[in-house]
């Protein structure tokens, strides 16, 4: 096991690396660590009834002693959506702003967390010195308030970690940059400079915050009927944005989906929104026609049992929408959520609604940094080395060959699980540790390899077959059942289950007669039945076999029975 002993610093990707989403990534010198980030990945419908996934910090148990802390870097789910889970692990206190601490109490506190972890605010001192590392928190532009680059100063070299970032020139009081701080960096040295690639594929900067809360104070007045807009639930200088188009359009915002109420209560407990005393959560407008409302709402990913998506499958208790309505998509579309948006929009499209999203107006702009941006912050900050991250592979590929094109002395990649370490200005993978990936099932942790997850595919593809029979000491079949109710429609099974069991109970009764043997007996039902079920519909059902044994009379003169379970 390795001791992070070897004079240089390591640098240890656990999740981020290779993806978008699912940050959490470590850094050690002198047998002394620290962790970034402890964020959510999405899953899309290969994982059946989950949406979230997270990196395991499985890894770390073994050093928690000296773990000297976890940094988080702002408020995104990626980044610290998963503390409730991996926290456990580090046992360490947890540094970031005002904003980000809000919301890493809010998520500790549904895991009954809050009272328990440590909590350390940056915002007054923004230097944190523990043991060998000095990390300072470096203001910087991004989709949510009081984001941070992480200069990250140890005996052996200097990181800048900066992995959600742009450089947006607007007048929004919620986002500004300290370059300042960047260029002293730069001047003390940047051995590393660990950075975002999600737009590294953008050649030049997208429209800045201001000019999307510009286009939407336009065209929201000038709707029609109903109005319904979705976006990240963090991003609260969109929120306003909405809000300043709702004064405009007058209309009142009501807020649809609990983080959205959360986060909005914890923007104004750090000063932000303290403006807009006509916000309403949606439990609170009775009476409020829709084309009195502009209704914002969770779901603008397809999430499962958000606003939207119900919204969209008309199961929303408050929110039904009509033809002629008006549906706003202020969002981008995140990596492997595709499908699961285009057919929410298709629903509701089919309504009649006007749907509104990026490909049609202004009305969204990215957070992250485009090529023209990451050449800027490469000739600020002068790195030895660019260690692009947050972005799949062909992404990571292209920043690669974009840094050395802008004459980036060194470049290099890490997968998740690579242990990497710099020293004498050169930097090398020296090991690789397991990266498992745990998906959140309903409060519950879940390994995304594991046999649970294999069988929900299989039932997902090849639905389900309940077998039950009763089967005396004299090897008489007393009873057998079998249902569905995930192979044909109810009448069509009815058919089939009568077909089926007036053919198989003749057979099961002789087979049970000639061949007294329980474990023969088991498989030829189950054989005798799922095989005619597949002849039937060309479907492999997930099987499982309950057989009732009864034995001799107890004490009391009770039969006795032996339960047999089995699953193919």
């Not at 070897?6 to 959490?24: C, Q, S, T, V």
């Not at 408020?75 to 580090?90: F, K, R, V």
């Not at 004064?247 to 959205?260: C, H, K, M, N």
Request: charged share 25%; proline share 4%.
């Amino acid at each position: 096991m390795n001791d992070f002993k070897k004079k240089g610093i390591y640098f240890l990707p656990l999740g981020g690396a290779d993806e978008i989403g699912m940050n959490m990534f470590v850094y050690a010198a002198n047998g002394k660590l620290i962790v970034v980030d402890a964020g959510y990945g999405f899953l899309n419908d290969d994982f059946p009834g989950m949406d979230m996934c997270y990196a395991s910090p499985e890894f770390l148990e073994n050093y928690r002693n000296d773990i000297l802390g976890l940094f988080i870097t702002h408020g995104h789910e990626d980044h610290l959506g998963a503390i409730a889970q991996i926290w456990p692990a580090l046992q360490c206190p947890v540094y970031g702003t005002d904003f980000s601490l809000g919301l890493v109490k809010e998520r500790l506190s549904e895991y009954k967390l809050q009272d328990i972890v440590p909590l350390v605010s940056v915002n007054k001192e923004p230097v944190v010195k523990l043991d060998g590392f000095e990390v300072e928190f470096i203001p910087i532009a991004h989709s949510i308030p009081e984001t941070s680059a992480l200069f990250i100063k140890t005996p052996y070299g200097n990181i800048m970690h900066a992995t959600d970032w742009r450089f947006d020139d607007n007048k929004l009081s919620m986002v500004k940059t300290d370059f300042a701080s960047l260029k002293r960096a730069a001047s003390e040295g940047v051995d590393i400079f660990v950075c975002d690639s999600t737009n590294v594929m953008v050649d030049e900067p997208q429209a800045s915050e201001e000019e999307v809360r510009q286009n939407l104070i336009k065209i929201i007045p000038e709707m029609q009927g109903g109005i319904v807009a979705t976006c990240f639930a963090s991003n609260i200088m969109r929120l306003e944005s909405l809000m300043l188009a709702a004064r405009a359009a007058g209309r009142t915002p009501v807020l649809a989906g609990r983080s959205l109420v959360t986060n909005v209560k914890i923007a104004r407990q750090c000063g932000y929104l303290t403006e807009y005393p006509e916000i309403h959560t949606i439990d609170e407008v009775e009476g409020i026609t829709s084309d009195k409302a502009l209704y914002i709402c969770t779901g603008s990913q397809a999430n499962y049992r958000s606003a939207m998506t119900l919204i969209a499958n008309d199961e929303s208790k408050h929110i039904k929408l009509c033809a002629e309505d008006n549906v706003i998509f202020s969002s981008k579309i995140i990596p492997g959520n595709e499908d699961k948006i285009e057919r929410l929009q298709e629903k509701i499209l089919a309504k009649g609604v006007n749907l509104v999203t990026e490909e049609d107006y202004l009305v969204h702009t990215s957070g992250h940094a485009c090529k023209k941006d990451l050449q800027a912050m490469y000739e600020l900050l002068n790195p030895k080395i660019v260690l692009p991250v947050h972005g799949d592979k062909k992404f990571i590929r292209e920043h690669k060959r974009f840094a050395k094109s802008c004459g980036v002395e060194d470049v290099f990649s890490a997968q998740n699980g690579d242990v990497c370490l710099y020293q004498n200005g050169k930097i090398e993978m020296v090991e690789q540790v397991p990266a498992e990936v745990m998906g959140v099932d309903r409060g519950r942790s879940v390994s995304l390899g594991s046999e649970l997850i294999k069988n929900r595919r299989r039932i997902m593809y090849n639905c389900t077959l309940f077998i039950s029979a009763v089967i005396s000491r004299d090897y008489e079949l007393k009873s057998l059942q079998f249902d569905s109710i995930d192979i044909l429609e109810a009448n069509e099974w009815y058919v089939l289950h009568e077909e089926i069991m007036q053919k198989v109970r003749p057979l099961i009764e002789r087979r049970l007669a000639e061949h007294p043997h329980r474990n023969a007996a088991e498989d030829y039902i189950r054989g005798q039945i799922r095989r005619r079920v597949f002849n039937a519909t060309d479907i492999k059902p997930v099987t499982m076999l309950q057989v009732h044994w009864e034995e001799d009379e107890d004490d009391e003169g009770d039969d006795k029975e032996v339960y047999s379970v089995t699953v193919f």
